[in-house]
């Protein structure tokens, strides 16, 4: 990085332009990805977010306190959401086994079968969207570029990337 880029406090035009265009792309991105999400699967991004989560923890199950983490949300977020899919039995809440004071959140049969009917057509989705219109090139650098916004963000809040 030159001295002169390093000392400038706001961002360029041409660099104002690229970022611009990466949020403006990765949220129709998103909105695309989540329309489709719902209308093959009947599930909203977040439902498939807290869903993931799940199905990849031990015993399909994770305190909530850990949830929340791992899915980058606050807690009152995850609450009323968890409150939502409780509702349509995608998932339920539990008294912790190894504290009284905390509860799990369990994935259901039905939350784990909404998951796997929704999974392919998602990951199709994901590849026709998003693999499928980079190079290997790109798709190499947009890992790169994702992975060094992933440090410095994870630096700034003290945690691991």
Do not use: K
Not at 69 to 92: K, P, T
Not at 106 to 115: C, I, K, S
């Amino acid at each position: 990085m030159s001295p002169a880029r390093r000392h400038r406090v706001l961002p360029t035009t041409d660099e104002l332009r690229v970022w611009r265009g990466f949020i403006e792309t990765a949220e129709a991105l998103r909105g695309e990805l989540g329309s489709r999400l719902q209308s093959e699967a009947g599930l909203s991004s977040s439902d498939y977010t807290v869903l993931l989560a799940l199905s990849e923890a031990d015993g399909q199950r994770l305190r909530s306190s850990q949830l929340a983490a791992g899915v980058g949300w606050e807690r009152s977020r995850l609450s009323h959401h968890l409150g939502r899919m409780e509702r349509r039995g995608l998932i339920r809440r539990e008294n912790c086994t190894t504290d009284s004071r905390g509860a799990e959140v369990v994935l259901t049969d039905e939350g784990a079968a909404a998951f796997r009917a929704a999974t392919v057509p998602h990951l199709t989705a994901v590849r026709e969207l998003f693999v499928d219109a980079l190079s290997p090139d790109q798709l190499a650098a947009a890992g790169e570029i994702a992975t060094a916004l992933g440090e410095r963000l994870a630096a700034r809040h003290g945690r691991r990337p």
